[in-house]
Nanobody, 123 residues
Framework: QVQLVESGGGLVQDGGSLRLSCVAS????????IGWFRQAPGKEREFVAG???????SYVDSVKGRFTISRDNSKNTGFLQMDNLKPEDTAVYFC?????????????????WGQGTQVTVSS
C-alpha cells in the first residue's frame, strides 16, 4: 500500500511558476513509476507527465518545454516544476503511482492516487 500526498498548488498569474510535490509512504518508492494528471471542471482527467523508475520521462504535448518532472528516491518524493503557466493549465493536479516500469498515460494503470492540489492561473 502506498499513500501519496501532493502539495505546492496555488494561484499564480499567467507566465508564473509553481512546483508541485508528491510525497509517498512506503519503502519501495524507487520501484514505482509516477504520473501527474490534471482535471479541469467538466473535463476528463488528463495525463500531464510521467517518470518511470529508471527516470525515463514523458509529457503531453501541451506542456513540453514548460513542465519538468523529476523524482528524489531518497526522499520518496516526486516533483512537477511548472513554468510559463497559462490559464488553460488551471485544474486540480493529481499524482499517481504504479508498481511497474513505464509512466503510462492511462489513469486506469495507476493503483495509487493522491488527493489532488488546485492550480489556478489567472490571465
Amino acid at each position: 500500500q502506498v499513500q501519496l500526498v501532493e502539495s505546492g498548488g496555488g494561484l499564480v498569474q499567467d507566465g508564473g511558476s509553481l512546483r508541485l510535490s508528491c510525497v509517498a509512504s512506503g519503502r519501495t518508492f524507487s520501484r514505482y513509476s509516477i504520473g501527474w494528471f490534471r482535471q479541469a471542471p467538466g473535463k476528463e482527467r488528463e495525463f500531464v507527465a510521467g517518470i518511470s523508475w529508471d527516470a525515463t520521462t514523458s509529457y503531453v504535448d501541451s506542456v513540453k518545454g514548460r513542465f519538468t518532472i523529476s523524482r528524489d528516491n531518497s526522499k520518496n518524493t516526486g516533483f512537477l516544476q511548472m513554468d510559463n503557466l497559462k490559464p488553460e493549465d488551471t485544474a486540480v493536479y493529481f499524482c499517481a503511482a504504479r508498481p511497474a516500469a513505464g509512466a503510462t498515460a492511462a489513469p486506469r494503470e495507476y493503483a495509487y492516487w493522491g488527493q489532488g492540489t488546485q492550480v489556478t492561473v489567472s490571465s
